[in-house]
């Protein structure tokens, strides 16, 4: 069964790789998957280690390379970031303007 979220209208979905995409969906559901992954990215947090420290390894730098991505990713409002995000949101079936407003408002409770 797909696992997903619910955002702005539409349903993004992981699917596990034997399950079908029905036809003419499966651009749409790509471009969704970018956007489902990069917020991931931003909203799960770095699990601890063992002794409770990431602060100098690689993966804590992936991690905070890939949150700072989503985090332009979402809330540009002009250049690369922007555009990325309008044409992204475009292929999804996605208001770019209102996936940024709901990132901001997830953002803000998060805080």
Known sequence: MPVGLFLLGVRMEKRTPTERIPHGEGEKQMFCAVILQAWEDYFT???PS??????????????????????????????????????????????????????????????
Do not use: Y
Request: hydrophobic share 35%; proline share 5%.
């Open 45 to 47: 947090p770095l699990p």
């Open 50 to 111: 063992a002794n409770g420290s990431w602060s100098n390894s690689h993966q804590s730098r992936d991690w905070r390379n890939s949150k700072r991505e989503a985090h332009s990713f979402f809330s540009s409002t002009t250049g690369q970031w922007a555009q990325s995000r309008a044409d992204v949101c475009q292929a999804a079936g996605i208001n770019p303007d209102a996936l940024r407003e709901r990132f901001l408002m997830k953002r803000a409770e998060a805080a």
